[in-house]
């Protein structure tokens, strides 16, 4: 890692913190921003103690800065209710709030990045086929596992999960949400592989 590295992580994460409490000072529903947001608390200080031994590439932790906004975002307001999804269904004519998709679309687009990392600098495959087979498979996973976070949410908390669920009476939801993390997967790799595989290099060059 170069010498402005570790201040650049400090400053991020400075700046995650207080953009967290922000979204949480008074969100429309509390149970709903705590479950939304319920990642970053984990992810956050996972990062904090692996980044000596285990830095990751600028790239990948800017991607992880901006998912961490998406979510902070929709748990701020519940995704149904963020108001630049009202702004993007009015300018694409949409009858529902788009914002879950971004955030779906997200929770592909940088977990792909994430397996790619390890993955590669792990040295568990070779192939590029098969590892962008394998990113994609370990995408669908996570979607698949949130999915049924969601569904064990609506059974335990019944008509009170709704906003955390954000269906909008949309019967395809899962199908839907699954289907953007997998193009979010997709998109990750076609646009952003070969400058992933520089930032590697140079990380492991240093």
Do not use: K
């Amino acid at each position: 890692m170069n010498a402005g590295a570790p201040r650049g992580l400090a400053v991020a994460g400075a700046a995650l913190i207080l953009l967290l409490a922000l979204s949480g000072w008074r969100p429309y529903d509390r149970a709903t921003w705590l479950m939304e947001v319920a990642p970053i608390f984990i992810a956050m200080p996972v990062l904090a103690a692996t980044h000596r031994r285990f830095p990751l590439t600028t790239l990948l932790y800017a991607g992880i800065f901006l998912h961490a906004l998406v979510l902070m975002m929709g748990g701020a307001y519940t995704y149904a209710r963020v108001p630049l999804g009202f702004q993007l269904a009015d300018w694409f004519n949409l009858e529902r709030n788009p914002y879950d998709r971004i955030g779906h679309f997200f929770q592909g687009f940088v977990p792909a990045l994430v397996a790619r990392e390890i993955l590669i600098r792990g040295g568990f495959v070779r192939g590029r086929r098969m590892l962008a087979f394998l990113v994609v498979c370990v995408v669908l996973a996570i979607s698949a596992t949130y999915e049924l976070i969601e569904w064990g949410a609506a059974l335990a908390l019944g008509q009170g999960a709704d906003e955390f669920l954000g269906t909008q009476g949309d019967p395809w939801d899962t199908q839907s949400d699954m289907a953007m993390a997998l193009v979010g997967a997709i998109s990750a790799l076609l646009l952003l592989s070969g400058l992933h595989d520089r930032e590697i290099e140079r990380l492991n060059a240093s």
